[in-house]
């Protein structure tokens, strides 16, 4: 129950839009006609040649990479009325959306459930990682609105070795939309006021984008009949030229206090990200690419009563990332990846529940200045073995402050036994 109160387009696009429409009409009856059979051909034609790069960080069909992938394109997401990432993801397979007790969205991939975090998967927005596994919570970024959506790729199964921490499950990309101009504001009937604009175009040999979306609701969505306030606000920029790209992307999510049973405090989740990456071609078979970020994360919750009196559960803190790696075509039937990535990573304040003694209230946890550096180094190898036969291995070394250093492995063999069945097997830790 969703009603558009205002919606703009760029006028130029639009005359262009007609102009192409006038033409087809005029050119209708030399045409062939083209039966519902051949156009249902060919949609599922164009969908099964659509290419992913999520699961291998190299081009290729996305029937013959290792795991499962599901791209959802944006334009049809609007148009069935899906409003966030997370509620597109329950028409991917085997992946189960919820609510837990305070209104943030969990996932949960093929009924293996995790404490946290969504069950041990990533989420990267335009390729880089938008929230952090200290904090337990990647709720916010999974409140994006399609409106920003271009497309989303998801991967049902491990992506650890090229992604690393927390990829194991899963592997969720976002990527924005680059192009058009549009202007949107509507209202729910929970309350809701919505906003988003988009801008792109070009300009002095720059490619630009920036959108913009915002919420504020009177009665979010929880269990039960608990209620509360929420204000959600989200912005990507993006600039390119040649084969750089830079970004500056931020999402926020704010619950107020929520009455009902059990009462609850509420709390302010946001991160934001300034990224940037490189990718130069030596060659048709060598190309290089690199890549850094800085991400910083907040977490606000409410008061905690302890012996020490009440005092408030947050997280601060920041990472810094960065690394590159080669691609390799040289060899036939091969496509070659190295990597290498460095991560640092500070906790200025993180503060949590520990158990009390018997009988007594619980007691604060508290962090600070904590610090940690992982060097880690990937590498894998595409080997076509038939056109129907593809076999990928892969590993990853991670050398972890906290944990110290491990191998981590992958194999995965996808034979195309005849039009339209695919099998997979794959081993990852």
């Known amino acids: 129950q969703r009603a558009a109160l205002g919606r703009w387009r760029d006028p130029v696009m639009t005359r262009q839009r007609c102009a192409l429409a006038c033409l087809l009409l005029a050119l209708a009856p030399v045409l062939p006609a083209q039966t519902e059979e051949d156009a249902a051909y060919a949609e599922l034609m164009a969908t099964l040649e659509q290419e992913t790069a999520i699961a291998t960080r190299t081009r290729m069909n996305r029937d013959f990479v290792p795991g499962m992938v599901s791209v959802l394109e944006g334009d049809a997401l609007v148009a069935t009325g899906v409003r966030t990432v997370w509620e597109a993801l329950a028409q991917v397979p085997g992946v189960q959306i919820e609510h837990d007790g305070r209104g943030n969205p969990t996932l949960t991939a093929r009924?293996?459930?995790?404490?946290?975090?969504?069950?041990?998967?990533?989420?990267?927005?335009?390729?880089?990682?938008?929230?952090?596994?200290?904090?337990?919570?990647?709720?916010?970024?999974?409140?994006?609105?399609?409106?920003?959506?271009?497309?989303?790729?998801?991967?049902?199964?491990?992506?650890?070795?090229?992604?690393?921490?927390?990829?194991?499950?899963?592997?969720?990309?976002?990527?924005?939309?680059?192009?058009?101009?549009?202007?949107?504001?509507?209202?729910?009937?929970?309350?809701?006021r919505e906003a988003h604009w988009l801008h792109a175009g070009e300009a002095a040999g720059w490619r630009y984008s920036g959108s913009f979306a915002a919420l504020d609701s009177s009665d979010v969505v929880l269990p039960g009949t608990r209620e509360a306030s929420e204000d959600r606000r989200s912005g990507i920029l993006q600039l390119a030229r040649g084969g750089l790209r830079l970004l500056a992307q931020g999402e926020m999510r704010d619950i107020g206090r929520i009455s009902g049973n059990p009462p609850d405090p509420g709390f302010e989740d946001s991160s934001w990200s300034l990224a940037g990456e490189y990718a130069h071609a030596f060659s048709d078979e060598l190309e290089l690419r690199t890549h850094a970020q800085y991400l910083d994360n907040r977490y606000y919750t409410g008061e905690l009563r302890t012996a020490q009196g009440s005092v408030d559960l947050v997280f601060e803190g920041n990472e810094l990332r960065g690394g590159g790696e080669l691609a390799w075509t040289g060899w036939a039937?091969?496509?070659?990846?190295?990597?290498?990535?460095?991560?640092?990573?500070?906790?200025?304040?993180?503060?949590?529940?520990?158990?009390?003694?018997?009988?007594?209230?619980?007691?604060?946890?508290?962090?600070t200045g904590e610090q940690r550096e992982v060097l880690s180094a990937y590498l894998q190898d595409q080997i076509a073995l038939h056109e129907r036969l593809q076999l990928t291995l892969g590993a990853r070394w991670d050398d972890n402050q906290d944990v110290g250093t491990r191998l981590t492995p992958r194999a995965s063999l996808v034979w195309q036994p005849a039009e339209g069945h695919v099998l997979k097997a794959q081993y990852a830790e």
């Open 111 to 192: 009924g293996i459930q995790f404490p946290f975090n969504s069950g041990s998967i990533q989420i990267l927005l335009n390729g880089f990682p938008i929230g952090r596994e200290d904090i337990g919570s990647n709720g916010a970024a999974l409140f994006l609105p399609v409106a920003h959506v271009e497309r989303i790729e998801f991967v049902r199964g491990p992506g650890s070795v090229l992604y690393g921490d927390y990829a194991f499950q899963g592997l969720l990309n976002i990527v924005t939309r680059q192009e058009g101009r549009v202007v949107e504001v509507g209202i729910d009937d929970h309350g809701a």
């Open 333 to 367: 039937g091969q496509q070659w990846l190295a990597g290498i990535g460095y991560m640092h990573g500070d906790i200025d304040l993180a503060t949590f529940r520990g158990a009390g003694p018997p009988g007594l209230p619980p007691i604060l946890l508290r962090v």
